[in-house]
DNA sequence: GAGTGGTCTAGACCACCCC
DNA sequence: GGGTGGTCTAGACCACTCT
């Protein structure tokens, strides 16, 4: 899906100022959270009008990286925030209900990268990796069963009792201890029998039908961190898209 | 998902502007394909600067209503562009290969309108409407059973012969022969097990499991007018979908 | 070359937030 | 009241398309 395009002949001048911005992003200049300099301050420090600034810092608040707030500054987008906490989760109660769920870590373990998994994280073959089995319950009732692949070179140290602690979302996690910030993300949906294991975890009979959602994550500058797939039930809730 | 907003304190020019090109767009002044006026035509008519038209047309065009091109002019986007021909089609083959479906028609009925329905077109329940079946196939192998629902009072005159022209897609028809653009639209996945019928249409045994794609789509405005089920087959295929 | 959208600037003023 | 983002304007110049 994402295309490396032939070298554009002109680059305007905004685009140069949002690169400069994603840089001091990624420097962790300013961290998630936080507030980045006003308009005028980034207009004199890239020696660029204020409007300039305005289009980069526009285009970096569609894709969610920035965050406007009217008489208060520009803010950089956080998982920690609640209104982001579950910006990735798409799967809803029928009711209309808000979904708030619980984590319950099931299993975290070491192996090593399938060829699969090597190639959607960009890494190679049988590198090291960290995976995590996790239940989302929802009013006590298990829903999803997750299992997350991450480099173990991006992830040193991952334990349990450091896991536990973000048990809430496992993004503001890589964000609060990692420093990654996860910006998009793509996900590939079939629809699968659930196998004894997974009909286990999710307390369903064997060969019901489950929502399999394969997702690979992404940091600044389109760098894969994460493989997940989820194992959904969709007996009462439904995964929500918007197409515009 | 859609929320109806306090009435805003202030209201700026360019959403002013906005709506009053689409009123322009809903009338039918400008047709889908074809180009509307150029900026610098519509700031003299609408008595505002070039910049307020801009910021108007801009964010029309990134709802996907407008398009732009750069030293021609301003277009109607249209469902019978190339481009625009399966925009709202997320299911494709996992080899990475372009999706180019083909459209065989299982039957076309009358029928009434069952409550949730209704309730999904904004019409009275029990109020006529036309009922179309069709597989979408994909190098021969049916891929996709779909049930469509259209409310009769805005599709006068549906016929199976009118349909059979447009087989390639069902929002081009919508367009050309009823004026009707559709805009964006809501799904909601679950996964389910094929019963008979569908697995007939779908050549796989009864039981397998299949993506249940439920949507709305909505013209101008925000009206709904049509209600569908898609039932897919996920062999080799996968519903795609972008977070950002 | 004429016409279109696209970029960039500079400045004025407005709405919102907080001290 | 002072700072922030948000709107609106006017004008210059650039890039692209077609004739």
Request: hydrophobic residues 40%; glycine residues 6%.
């Amino acid at each position: 899906m994402t295309e490396t395009l032939p070298p554009p002949s002109f680059r305007p001048l905004y685009e140069q100022i949002k690169i400069l911005i994603t840089q001091s992003l990624v420097a962790g200049e300013w961290k998630p959270g936080e507030a980045i300099p006003s308009e005028v301050e980034l207009a004199a420090r890239f020696r660029v009008s204020q409007g300039t600034v305005r289009k980069a810092i526009d285009e970096l608040a569609s894709e969610h990286i920035l965050v406007r707030r009217q008489g208060k500054g520009t803010y950089v987008a956080s998982h920690s925030e609640p209104s982001y906490q579950y910006r990735f989760l798409r799967v809803m109660p029928d009711s209309g209900e808000k979904l708030h769920p619980h984590s319950v870590l099931v299993d975290v373990r070491k192996g090593r990268a399938s060829a699969e998994i090597a190639r959607a994280l960009a890494i190679k073959a049988a590198s090291p990796v960290h995976v995590i089995l996790r239940v989302l319950e929802f009013r006590g009732r298990p829903l999803i069963l997750d299992e997350m692949v991450l480099a173990a070179s991006r992830f040193p140290g991952l334990t349990v009792p450091k896991l536990e602690e973000y048990k809430g979302s496992m993004y503001s996690f890589y964000e609060a201890v990692y420093g990654l910030r996860m910006i998009r993300a793509e996900e590939r949906i079939r629809a699968v029998a659930a196998d004894a294991g997974a009909a286990a975890h999710l307390r369903v009979v064997p060969g019901t039908p489950l929502l399999c959602v394969d997702r690979i994550a992404f940091t600044y500058g389109d760098m894969p961190v994460e493989w997940r797939r989820g194992l959904c039930v969709t007996d009462g809730f439904s995964y929500f898209n918007e197409l515009a």
